[in-house]
């Protein structure tokens, strides 16, 4: 029996209006394949199509046939058969852990299936243990670090081992250390002649553990790619093109010419939520106007308390910062978010508004600067200007974010991950207004990140967090060390 | 050595919770809600005082409200006090009296059901023992996973909102606006792939695993507590 056969005709969520267009494809027993491409491409809608969640839950439509471990997931009968053969992995933790502790996540698939509660325990005790979880068993979820939650989503989707195992964008917001682990995961997983199917479109991470690797562009399955031709330059090259991330940076070696003055000056400063405790110890940097500093290091290593810090979020446990000149705690707030401005991860926290238009329009009031200006900058704004900023795509949540957050501070942008899910195509479009707003307008940037590529193509400096303290190393060496730990080279 | 004693389960508290409620809302006489109100209040303070402060203040400001109401709907009766031109009669006392005390004891009674039992056992005891249907158990259990997850959505979105130059606390309708247009956003999303994610998880299939309620000494105490209750509150009518 093949796990997954799929041969799609048409496919969408709407009446009329067709997201997937011919799309086929199968899966052997225990391989493992990768469906990637570009942002908008279909893949997530394949994954709803095959798994039957398109039809039975979201009122979408297929035309075609499915079968998966030898069901038919578009028939609702045979839907509710699902969960016993294939286990899921989604995108993000916080949308897919139910349960309050890490012991209730991993039994509640058991317990829908029927499981006696002996055989609950011992399978639970033995996932847990797996991922390094068995400690926190009973802890809240909440207490979990992210990698922890991502691991506890491993351990729910296997606990009834299923034969097939489906993992949507295993590696969004999950930093190299985090990567090096879902690797492993899928090693075990084909050591284990487990069928798994990848959507990713960071595929440099996986080219040597599939066997073969579909491309969605346009709701169409473009290439299949087998055997040698998955290592191929060319290969790269041409996904490169269409917006998938096939290989590591390249670094731009041109180095810019930076303005001599100083926006933001910190010294010896030290953060964290525990006098005790501190996260990080004796921070010492500045950022020098028009300049971008990355700043990297593995998750809740602190670049987010810093930058919160550094805005006057958090109070510091030591030390000073400096904005232009001023030290941070003699500057009103309405003048110190004037000179100094963070952005989320989750662009979402920065929308006050029901509707594009006025959003931009409430930040022209607040802040002086013109309608139209703004509007310039938003260049789909006129044509989703009634669209909800919350319903716009999250590349374009993304750009609006950085443009509200410019709008306040034209001299420094604080920016939390602003990479995290954005595929190759998506960052090149963050990449061109970064730059413009920095050469154009002068703006400095620190980000807080663990993305390869702004280290390559966009930063002038790099900063990195490791042991509680911070150290500058060149690119090279940022490099080496991301994409090093995630086992790319 | 009251470590060392099992609480009571999750079921007779909630069972215990909700006669007591009936029981409020059932009682009219100020001193039949006292025996209710003083005792789940003092209770409740004492084994909840130290995770559920906030109560406390709440209480208090009910208390006050109620009055202020009580001031406007039922100043009726002998005059028993006088602040120049406010005058304060007995029906107002009697009211903010009765309602404080119905608050008090239901309030107390909630105290003492969330201090002595955990998050996830109230769920498998209520969908096993209770046969409380698995849609609401699954709310309830996701809900308290939610909570802090929100808590931390807020402070986020706080600190958006002083960035973009916003009152801290929301006094106008469009302060509360900016707060719950990017919370409910998110929540619903986030609600959406949940849904999801239990669908594919063989939610529809489960099916409710009963169980005998458990019936020991530390229920027994909780039985003998609230029919001391009712005797003591209908004593005097008998």
């Known amino acids: 029996m093949e796990p997954l056969k799929f041969s799609i005709e048409k496919a969408?969520?709407?009446?009329n209006k067709t997201v997937l267009r011919n799309v086929c494809g199968k899966v052997n027993e225990g391989e493992t394949i990768l469906i990637t491409g570009p942002s908008g491409s279909g893949k997530t809608t394949l994954l709803l199509a095959i798994t039957g969640v398109l039809t039975n839950l979201l009122e979408g439509w297929v035309y075609g046939k499915i079968s998966i471990a030898g069901i038919n997931p578009l028939n609702f009968a045979e839907f509710t058969k699902i969960p016993k053969f294939v286990g899921t992995v989604l995108q993000d933790p916080d949308k897919q852990l139910a349960m309050p502790t890490p012991w209730d996540e991993v039994s509640f698939i058991l317990e829908n299936l029927g499981y006696s509660e002996d055989e609950i325990k011992e399978r639970v005790s033995t996932a847990l243990s797996r991922f390094g979880l068995f400690e926190k068993a009973f802890e809240h979820i909440e207490h979990l670090s992210g990698g922890e939650k991502r691991r506890l989503t491993f351990a729910s989707a296997i606990v009834h081992q299923p034969p097939i195992l489906i993992l949507d964008e295993p590696t969004a917001s999950v930093d190299p250390w985090g990567i090096r682990e879902i690797k492993r995961f899928i090693?075990?997983?084909?050591?284990?002649?487990?069928?798994?199917?990848?959507?990713?479109?960071?595929?440099?991470?996986?080219?040597?553990?599939?066997d073969k690797i579909l491309v969605m562009n346009s709701g169409k399955l473009e290439k299949v790619i087998e055997g040698e031709e998955i290592y191929s330059r060319k290969t790269a090259d041409e996904l490169i093109k269409i917006g998938i991330d096939a290989r590591p940076p390249i670094v731009e070696s041109k180095e810019r010419r930076i303005d001599s003055e100083i926006v933001l000056e910190v010294d010896s400063l030290e953060i964290g939520y525990n006098e005790n405790k501190p996260l990080i110890r004796d921070i010492s940097f500045d950022l020098r106007k028009g300049e971008i500093v990355a700043l990297i290091g593995p998750n809740g290593c602190g670049k987010t308390t810093l930058l919160k810090t550094l805005i006057g979020a958090l109070k510091p446990l030591n030390g000073?910062?400096?904005?232009?000149?001023?030290?941070?705690?003699?500057?009103?707030?309405?003048?110190?978010?004037?000179?100094?401005?963070?952005?989320?991860?989750?662009?979402?926290?920065?929308?006050?508004?029901?509707?594009?238009?006025?959003?931009?329009?409430?930040?022209?009031?607040?802040?002086?600067?013109?309608?139209?200006?703004?509007?310039?900058l938003v260049p789909w704004a006129k044509k989703l200007g009634n669209e909800s900023p919350y319903r716009l795509s999250f590349g374009q949540r993304r750009w609006l974010s950085i443009i509200i957050a410019w709008s306040y501070s034209t001299s420094i942008l604080l920016l939390d991950e602003p990479t995290s899910g954005l595929d190759y195509r998506l960052f090149t479009e963050?990449?061109?207004?970064?730059?413009?707003?920095?050469?154009?307008?002068?703006?400095?940037?620190l980000v807080a990140t663990h993305d390869p590529r702004i280290v390559a193509e966009l930063a002038d400096r790099v900063l990195f967090v490791r042991d509680g303290r911070l150290f500058e190393i060149d690119k090279w060496n940022a490099i080496s060390i991301l994409e090093g730990v995630a086992d790319v080279f | 050595?009251?470590?060392?004693?099992r609480k009571p389960t999750p079921t007779s508290l909630f069972i215990y919770a909700l006669a007591i409620t009936v029981l409020a809302f059932a009682f009219k006489d100020i001193r039949q809600l006292a025996v209710i109100g003083l005792v789940n209040g003092f209770l409740g303070i004492y084994l909840g005082l130290r995770r559920y402060k906030w109560i406390i203040?709440?209480?208090?400001?009910?208390?006050w409200g109620t009055f202020l109401n009580a001031l406007a709907v039922s100043n009726t009766g002998p005059t028993l006090y006088q602040f120049g031109p406010i005058t304060i009669k007995e029906g107002a006392i009697h009211a903010t009296i009765a309602i404080t005390l119905r608050l008090t004891s239901i309030a107390g009674a909630a105290l003492i059901f969330f201090?002595?039992?955990?998050?996830?056992?109230?769920?498998?005891?209520?969908?096993?023992?209770?046969?409380?249907?698995?849609?609401?158990?699954?709310?309830?259990?996701y809900a308290i996973r939610l909570f802090p997850l929100m808590q931390k959505d807020y402070r986020e979105i706080q600190i958006a909102r002083m960035e973009r130059g916003f009152r801290k606390t929301p006094l106008s309708p469009s302060d509360?606006?900016?707060?719950?247009?990017p919370l409910l956003s998110l929540g619903y999303e986030r609600a959406i792939w949940v849904g999801i994610a239990a669908e594919l998880r063989g939610f529809r299939l489960r099916e409710t695993r009963k169980r005998k309620p458990i019936f020991g000494i530390p229920e027994a105490f909780i039985l003998t507590l609230l029919l001391l209750q009712v005797i003591l509150a209908l004593a005097p009518y008998m």
Do not use: C, W
């Not at chain 1, 500057?331 to 989320?344: S, T």
């Not at chain 2, 201090?115 to 259990?141: C, M, N, V």
């Open chain 1, 12 to 15: 969408g969520y709407r009446e």
């Open chain 1, 187 to 210: 090693r075990e997983l084909k050591n284990e002649e487990t069928t798994t199917i990848v959507i990713e479109h960071k595929i440099k991470y996986f080219l040597d553990d599939v």
């Open chain 1, 320 to 376: 000073t910062i400096k904005i232009q000149g001023q030290e941070i705690n003699r500057l009103k707030r309405n003048e110190r978010f004037r000179r100094i401005f963070y952005v989320p991860q989750q662009p979402d926290y920065l929308f006050l508004e029901s509707t594009l238009m006025k959003e931009l329009s409430i930040t022209a009031k607040k802040t002086g600067k013109s309608l139209e200006e703004l509007i310039g």
């Open chain 1, 430 to 445: 963050l990449k061109e207004i970064i730059n413009t707003l920095r050469s154009r307008k002068g703006t400095s940037f």
């Open chain 2, 1 to 5: 050595m009251f470590s060392r004693i």
């Open chain 2, 57 to 63: 203040l709440l209480l208090l400001l009910s208390a």
């Open chain 2, 115 to 141: 201090a002595l039992t955990k998050p996830r056992d109230i769920i498998r005891y209520l969908e096993s023992e209770l046969r409380i249907p698995k849609g609401i158990s699954f709310a309830i259990a």
């Open chain 2, 176 to 181: 509360i606006k900016s707060i719950l247009l």
